[in-house]
């Protein structure tokens, strides 16, 4: 079945931590990867998304991932988390020539000054 | 350049009753989409429209829920007969472009309480 397992429900930590939030799939075939965000009171955002190529992909706001294939992982990053990025976030998968996003749970970050 | 918007923004309705809610796309975009997430789980896919036609309707969980975007612009979701089960944030998201690469864009949800 396709599924995506987003492993931290809830994550805090202090300004200037390192942040990484774990993301697995399961999906036959080729996939797109997304990690969209949203904020209090804010849409759904997309945040970075890897279709092809390398498979370190830069987002917005210093936000970084790595598809690692033989993981089906795809795991976001941020070297230093600052208050503005508590969020709620959600890695999304769909296959190749379809729109229809798969999300995961969804992982709530707080960070504090 | 306005964002996908979502009317209403909190419903609550009794179990038995109908409920409407509406999408108006980014303007131009042909692909519309239906996301709910139901509390504390994932986002799960609904149907997916490329201007008037459902191209994608795999996630519409049984036929009380009724779709339509008539004239390829905006979009309803109606609920016939709600139940308590169908409580929830209902996301609309719009985007153009080629199928699987395209970004969808979100608008804010409708947040559906059936009592």
């Known amino acids: 079945a396709q599924s995506v397992s987003q492993h931290n429900h809830h994550v805090i930590l202090s300004e200037a931590a390192s942040l990484e939030l774990g993301c697995n799939y399961s999906y036959g075939g080729t996939v797109n990867l997304f990690w969209y965000v949203q904020y209090p009171g804010q849409h759904l955002q997309l945040l970075l998304k890897?279709?092809?190529?390398?498979?370190l992909v830069k987002g917005i706001k210093g936000f970084e991932a790595e598809f690692i294939k033989s993981k089906f992982s795809f795991n976001l990053r941020k070297p230093s988390v600052q208050w503005s990025d508590t969020a709620e976030y959600f890695c999304a998968v769909n296959g190749y020539n379809t729109d229809k996003l798969i999300f995961g749970t969804g992982t709530r970050l707080q960070v504090f000054p | 350049e306005a964002g996908v918007t979502q009317f209403p923004s909190h419903s609550v309705i009794e179990k038995g009753q109908t409920v409407t809610l509406r999408c108006d796309p980014i303007?131009?975009?042909?692909?519309l989409y239906w996301y709910r997430r139901v509390m504390g789980k994932e986002i799960k896919f609904l149907l997916h429209?490329?201007?008037?036609?459902?191209?994608?309707e795999s996630g519409m969980p049984n036929n009380r829920f009724l779709a339509e975007r008539t004239g390829g612009t905006y979009s309803t979701l109606k609920v016939q007969p709600a139940e308590l089960e169908d409580s929830g944030v209902y996301f609309c998201a719009s985007s153009q472009g080629l199928a699987g690469v395209n970004e969808q864009f979100f608008g804010p949800g409708t947040r559906l309480t059936v009592l």
């Open positions: 890897y279709f092809s190529g390398d498979p």
């Open positions: 429209f490329v201007k008037e036609s459902k191209q994608d």
């Open positions: 303007s131009g975009h042909d692909n």
